[in-house]
């Protein structure tokens, strides 16, 4: 194993589709990459409510993609069902915690994958295997069936190696999407303390784009990532606990590590970030008035090796867009190493930022 949990065969069209096996599809068991769930989960009776597009379309689903445990973590390293191979070094992190799912887009066995983001899930691994991943609004694609982790910020969201993948992915999450009109974008540059080879590519991008760039303060940034992560292990737990107190040999050191300190947050804490979130959501809404879009990197390093995948804990730049509930795409950008970086655009709805993706593939593609 690897990059399928499970391999499928499902639907007779020719567009392949991956999906986290976090997610149910009828008359399958649902594991969320844990050797605790998948040892009681029986198959499940009915699809996930985000697969619906999907079967009205009649893709073909080609697998259920494996996952960092519970959907908990962001190396992608997964101690039941083995790691994916990261395609761009396979010494590298393939990224969590939808690793399979990057994977399978990167390597040609799907089309679309779709991933789960309640802290970077789909963009970390996007990243780090240098494709495209998107995170939807929260609230907009319903997670009926989906294995929850922290239900204040889970999204589901498409993933590809293009923006016409990603497109396509949102219409089968929501039949009758359509990108926006494309016109001029006007974006603010939050710049944070990033690899300079990340930084230097992301500015590079922006300049063939021509669009009207402006550096912009994000006061609350930090705060935002760490009221995040309180909430999400806050809730992780209320989510998990049952498997952890049934049994706890059938998940791994890193995930209970995770878990327990979830248990540890009290409802002063969950509160000050519940405080720290209404000011954070007022301060972007604030921003992205005077601009349409907000660029960043994804991670301010390059994918670490295996060893080091921890590392990448403290180098997401995408826990402050889950607190927000906005949507935030992720794309690859070359550099003049031998990894490419990724650039992420925060923006108001989906609408906007696939249009504006469009213009800024196009210009990626001539650098």
């Known amino acids: 194993m690897g990059t399928f949990i499970t391999r499928l065969d499902e639907g007779g069209g020719s567009e392949r589709l991956a999906v986290k096996d976090l997610m149910d599809m ?9 050797k605790a769930l998948a040892d009681i989960a029986r198959p499940a009776p009915t699809d996930a409510s985000c697969l619906l597009g999907a079967r009205q379309a009649g893709v073909r689903i080609v697998g259920r993609t494996n996952l960092h445990e519970l959907a908990l973590g962001v190396t992608g390293v997964n101690p039941w069902f083995g790691t994916p191979i990261n395609p761009l070094d396979p010494r590298l992190v393939p990224g969590g915690s939808s690793s399979g799912s990057a994977v399978a887009v990167a390597t040609g ?9 309640t ?3 789909v963009r970390i ?3 780090c295997c240098g494709t495209a991943g998107l995170k939807t609004t929260w609230g907009r694609i319903p997670l009926g069936g989906v294995w929850p982790l922290s239900t204040s910020l889970d999204t589901v969201g498409p993933m590809a190696t293009s923006m016409s993948g990603l497109l396509r992915g949102m219409q089968l999450l929501e039949p009758g999407f359509a990108a926006a009109a494309g016109r001029e974008w006007r974006v603010g540059r939050w710049s944070v303390e990033a690899d300079p080879l990340i930084e230097a590519a992301i500015d590079r991008a922006l300049s063939a784009v021509e669009w009207e760039v402006e550096p912009v303060q994000l006061a609350g940034w930090d705060a935002a990532t760490t009221a995040a992560g309180t909430i999400l292990v806050s809730e992780a737990w209320n989510a998990d606990r049952h498997l952890v107190e049934s049994a706890p040999s059938g998940i ?9 300190l979830g248990r540890r947050i009290d409802d002063s804490a969950l509160d000050m970030g519940r405080q720290t979130q209404a000011g954070w959501k007022a301060e972007l809404a604030l921003a992205l008035r005077r601009v349409d879009l907000i660029a960043t990197p994804t991670l301010t390093i390059f994918p670490p090796e295996l060893d080091r995948g921890e590392d990448l804990l403290m180098a997401r730049c995408t826990l402050p867009v889950n607190l ?12 003049s190493g031998p990894l490419p970086a990724s ?13 504006a993706g469009v213009e800024l593939e196009q210009a990626i593609a001539s650098l």
């Open 252 to 260: 791994g050191e890193d995930v209970k590590a995770r878990l327990g």
């Open 125 to 127: 691994p996007s990243a």
């Open 343 to 355: 650039i992420q655009l925060i923006g108001r709805n989906e609408e906007e930022l696939l249009a």
């Open 26 to 34: 009828v008359g399958v068991p649902t594991t969320a990459g844990c």
């Open 324 to 335: 927000s509930g906005l949507p935030a795409l992720v794309l690859p950008v070359p550099t």
């Open 119 to 121: 802290g970077g899930s």
């Open 109 to 117: 066995e799907a089309d679309i994958a779709y991933g789960s983001d």
